[in-house]
């Protein structure tokens, strides 16, 4: 059995400093390495010299880890991941900071990558790469001398031919894809986007059996939807931790339904217009008010990034605006809270919810969705109202689909849900469910693996 190689910017193991598992996706890869016996490759989040990779095996599970010179961390991550692809392929072209030094930085960043792990890939290894920061890494390792099978799977969205073109080096950063064998991406949609770029811009062809063409070079390139660990969050959901949060929701609520939303503090993630379309609700509909309440949870991420700080001093004035404007002396419409919460407790959270309000204006997936419907009451279901942009809109048809662009659709969409019977929640809910428990995070990892073992 071949060794499984994952390679991520950030390492999501635990380890013995940090032994809770990391969310869905650290749980899948980690069962992966463990059986597989590999080795998961990343930056340790610390800058300083690059030396040889720091190893640790905690759990069946091996990390290993390498810092980062400060003025890497400055351009490489900071800059052309976060401050050029992140709002590129989230259709932000506004936001998008072109700078050469970046683009330097994150070629050297992966080079550097390529030249520390080259050394430690045995010749029948397995190689998944991860996602925007290390795109040019199968290349890099290519360049190395490895004739390994290297898989590249991208969690956010594939930006549409026009937009990308914007991109200064569009054509070498996608030159550089076709270094793996297999090319993964989130939807249909994404992996449609990408045979649009293929054939207009690289003359390329699309054949059978997901095969791509390009010069002599022929590629697999997959759609894979992520899913999220279903059986832990659903055992999440009734557990003693989840049952105290579901009580504290409900002692708290007095009767009024609860309206959700969980994200990290992130601009494409809509929760300015989502703000914007709860607003639009109580405007519309001063009898419901007393009746309901959001409760949006959002922990900043990314802080040193300028456009970070704008949408957490927007939402913040937002939201005391909303507040000033519709409270009572015994009801705040809107708790807008900053912090992260441990998953069981965010579990309870989502179960003692009638609604989930999802609205992002581009997602990759959104896992937020499939926890929301994970962690719901068979019997009593909450409604999920989803952003059609959001990759997870693919599966979770069922869900109410609104446009996120618009307050009254978001309006409309809360007014529907609460009035919605139970015997339709559950009609909705149940389809949503089967998906997220079978095309699980197990099920995303066996998808990828199996057409990279194929090679
Ligand atoms: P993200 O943009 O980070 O991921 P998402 O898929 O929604 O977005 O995952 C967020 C995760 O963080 C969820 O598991 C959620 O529970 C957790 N989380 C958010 N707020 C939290 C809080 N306050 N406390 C605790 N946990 C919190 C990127 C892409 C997505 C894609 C994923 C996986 O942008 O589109 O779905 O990768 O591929």
Known sequence: MSRLIVISNRVSAPTADKPGAQGGLAVALSAALREADGVWFGWSGETGETGEPNFQTFDGVTSATIDLPEQDVEEYYDGYANRTLWPLFHYRLGLTEFEREF????ERVNRLFGDVIAPHIQSDDLIWVHDYHLIPLGWMLRQQGLTNRLGFFLHIPWPPTRLLTALPEHRRLVDALFAYDVVGFQTREWLETFHDYVVREMGGSIGEDD?????GRTIRVIACPIGIDADEFIANATSEQAQAAYTRMVESSIGRSLIIGVDRLDYSKGLEERFNGYQRY????????????????APPSRATVESYQI?????????????GAFADVDWVPLRYVNQSYPRAALAGIYRAARIGLVTPLRDGMNLVAKEFVAAQDPEDPGVLILSRFAGAAEQLDSALLINPYSPDDIADAIDKALAMSREERVARWRP???????ESVIWWRRCFTDSLMRV
């Open 211 to 215: 095969l791509v063409t390009v010069g």
């Open 311 to 323: 949408i957490r001093a927007q939402l913040d004035s937002l939201s005391g605006r909303i507040n």
């Open 282 to 297: 109580l405007e519309t509909r001063p009898d419901a008010h007393a009746n309901v309440y959001l409760l949006q949870i």
């Open 103 to 106: 683009q330097g930085g994150y």
């Open 432 to 438: 949503m469910f089967e998906n997220v428990r079978d």
